[in-house]
């Protein structure tokens, strides 16, 4: 990303707005339906907003700009103030993938409205803000903490399993980026992206 930053301005701003809000509103999901369901907490810290400054990580940034995977501070969830149930914990943790989901179906329907070759820039946007949304679905959908895909199983796991997967979320995001660069994830990244994009394709026109 910094590369392109450098060459290309205009392809990294392209590339890194839409990006950026898929992430963002990925996150302001998990805190939406929170705050609908009994949790002030995302609200009372003004999360629940789209300014790109209230989400940024610093370190998530930079990993970004250096090597092209980053992310942003999840928004908190102070699971306390919610009914404990599953159904009110599947909720809140499967909103973002939801919504990355239905983003990619809107970016994607309002790029059949456009005439073939004159969306130009819209059109690189619209593309990639779809794809990457598609990309942050299936990512997420892996059972591994602290990503969503984790907190959506969780509730239906033995005590002993969801004490192995609390224990094991603080060394979670380093095992993720170690799998990644080993390309072990590469494969089911990809199997789940055919699954959303053939799923969301039935809906076009």
Aim: charged share 10%; proline share 9%.
């Amino acid at each position: 990303m910094l590369k392109l930053l450098v060459e290309s301005p205009v392809a990294f701003f392209l590339t890194a707005i839409p990006l950026l809000y898929a992430v963002i509103f990925h996150e302001i999901a998990h805190g939406l339906v929170a705050y609908r369901l009994g949790d002030p907490t995302a609200k009372f810290l003004g999360r629940l907003s789209l300014n790109p400054l209230k989400h940024l990580d610093p370190m998530g940034t930079l990993m970004l700009l250096l090597v092209g995977f980053g992310w942003a501070r999840p928004v908190p969830v102070n699971f306390a103030n919610l009914p404990g149930d599953r159904k009110t914990i599947v909720a809140v943790s499967a909103a973002g993938i939801v919504t990355n989901i239905l983003l990619a179906f809107v970016a994607l329907f309002l790029l059949q409205l456009m005439e073939p070759k004159t969306g130009g820039a819209l059109s690189t946007a619209l593309t990639w803000f779809a794809y990457i949304n598609i990309i942050l679905a299936s990512f997420n959908l892996i059972p591994l903490p602290p990503l969503d895909g984790s907190k959506i199983l969780m509730p239906f796991l033995p005590a002993p399993l969801r004490q192995a997967f609390l224990r094991l979320e603080p060394f979670g995001l380093l095992i993720i980026i170690g799998l990644l660069f080993l390309g072990v994830l590469t494969p089911l990244i990809r199997g789940v992206f055919a699954i959303i994009y053939g799923l969301v394709g039935i809906f076009l026109p």
